[in-house]
């Protein structure tokens, strides 16, 4: 058995599986008198590792690494081109004034 694979199998029992998903937020900016929208990220978690055995551990690890990295690769696009609409908006009604 390799020296790394006990290390694997303990931090894959203890790891959660997480999801990210956009979430708008408002505020009032009162130098315009408007208010803001804006996008942040949140991670939710899914699930948690246990009672896995050998290889099924190392295929889970690898499966929730990869939900994980592409819900953070949408949502994070997402969220970026959110914000730049968001913020052309709110530069657009707060010069309207």
């Not at 009162?30 to 295929?59: K, S, V, W």
Request: net charge positive; with cysteine; charged share 15%.
């Amino acid at each position: 058995m390799p020296r790394s694979t006990p290390l694997l199998l303990a931090t894959a029992l203890f790891l959660c599986s997480c999801i990210f998903v956009p979430r708008t937020t408002q505020r009032y900016d009162p130098a315009c008198g408007i208010t803001e929208r804006h996008m942040t990220l949140d991670a939710y978690q899914i699930g948690a590792f246990g009672g896995c055995r050998n290889e099924g551990c190392a295929e889970l690890l690898v499966l929730a690494g990869a939900v994980s990295a592409a819900s953070l690769v949408v949502s994070g696009s997402v969220v970026v081109v959110g914000e730049v609409v968001y913020w052309l908006e709110a530069k657009g009604r707060c010069l309207a004034r």
